[in-house]
């Protein structure tokens, strides 16, 4: 079955520390997206990516990087610069078009201390 | 610039009973779609149903339709029979563009609907 696949599913590490999320699809979907979720609120666009070696930024881009190498991979990377990087992560992705909805991977929660 | 609203932070209701989730958004477009999702406790969002801004009627999708006011520019989510089940998290999202590009989503703020025994 085609689908999202995030990992892992819980993740910590320490203050300091870069850390990279996966998120691979099967969907054939150009387009991939990545949001953060933080408790009890909506989701917020962090990247987004059209098509392969290209991306855009989201509403809160700083302190994470993206790279779009393969049309199935879009890994991000919460990096040391982000100030609050504790939350869950949802990866999706979708056809081209306005009517496209976007399919949900089952998210990362990661926790830094 | 886009935005959506939904104002409703929490909602209690009976079972069985038909609920209405609102959602409000801006767009200087006149091409964008709007999209429901349902997140349960596990996390996992869930797609419910889509109304496009040119869709002349509006959507339905088994025991959700989508309550559609251009003019108003509110797209809320009814609910009809609710069940156990339907407690969730609920989301409006909206996608600007065209049929060809894949533009961003943004999300609302979402709804907490719990529904009572």
């Known amino acids: 079955d085609g689908g999202i696949t995030q990992s892992p599913k819980y993740l910590f590490r320490k203050e300091g520390q870069n850390v990279t999320l996966s998120c691979e699809q099967n969907l054939n979907h150009d387009a991939m997206y990545w949001y953060r979720q933080d408790p009890g609120q909506g989701l917020r666009l962090i990247y987004y990516s059209q098509i392969v070696n290209d991306f855009q930024k989201g509403d809160i881009a700083e302190g994470y990087s993206v790279s779009r190498e393969k049309k199935e991979s879009f890994p991000l990377t919460v990096t040391s610069a982000q100030k609050n990087p504790t939350a869950f992560y949802l990866c999706?992705?979708?056809?081209?078009?306005?009517?496209?909805?976007?399919?949900f991977g089952n998210g990362t929660r990661l926790t830094v201390t | 610039a886009q935005k959506i609203t939904q104002t409703q932070p929490g909602m209690f209701v009976q079972e069985k009973e038909a609920v209405t989730l609102d959602c409000t958004y801006d767009t200087s477009d006149q091409s964008y779609g709007l999209f429901w999702y349902k997140q349960p406790s596990s996390g996992e969002m869930i797609f419910l149903i889509y109304?496009?801004?040119?869709?002349?009627q509006n959507a339905t999708e088994g025991r959700y339709s989508l309550n559609f006011q251009k003019a108003r520019k509110s797209a809320n989510l009814v609910i009809s029979a609710s069940q156990l089940g339907d407690s969730a998290m609920y989301f409006c999202a909206m996608r600007e563009g065209s049929h060809s590009s894949a533009s961003k989503i943004i999300f609302g703020s979402g709804t907490r609907l719990s529904i009572r025994p």
């Open positions: 109304q496009g801004s040119y869709d002349e």
């Open positions: 999706a992705s979708s056809l081209q078009g306005v009517k496209s909805p976007l399919h």
